[in-house]
Nanobody, 116 residues
Framework: QVQMVESGGGLVQPGGSLRLSCAAS????????MGWYRQAPGKQRKLVAF???????GYGDFVEGRFTISGDNAKNMVYLQMNSLKPEDTAVYYC??????????WGQGTQVTVSS
């Protein structure tokens, strides 16, 4: 059974930075990509960023160059460096993994709050 464990969330002031980490454990057959989604209260879950096993990355439009995703295939780890955080970035951030046959796995989520 695949387990996804996030860490690194918390409270930060506007303009600050946070780094999220996610570790995937268990049997993950032919991983295709890992990434991050977020969900604010009353809103739909949205893609923040993804990285494929070949290193291709993609970001949600709202990222605007502020976030950087990186990964370690050997360790099944994915990271999200978030800079220039805004109050509207406040959400629960979920780690996500998908294999080549489209099976999705999710973490339990980590809260990110941007507030002064």
């Amino acid at each position: 059974q695949v387990q996804m464990v996030e860490s690194g969330g918390g409270l930060v002031q506007p303009g600050g930075s946070l780094r999220l980490s996610c570790a995937a454990s268990g049997i993950m057959f032919n991983m295709d990509r890992m990434g991050w989604y977020r969900q604010a209260p009353g809103k739909q879950r949205k893609l923040v960023a993804f990285i494929t096993v070949s290193g291709v990355t993609g970001y949600g439009d709202f990222v605007e160059g502020r976030f950087t995703i990186s990964g370690d295939n050997a360790k099944n780890m994915v990271y999200l460096q978030m800079n220039s955080l805004k109050p509207e970035d406040t959400a629960v951030y979920y780690c996500h993994a998908r294999n080549i046959v489209g099976e999705d796995h999710w973490g339990q989520g980590t809260q990110v709050t941007v507030s002064s």
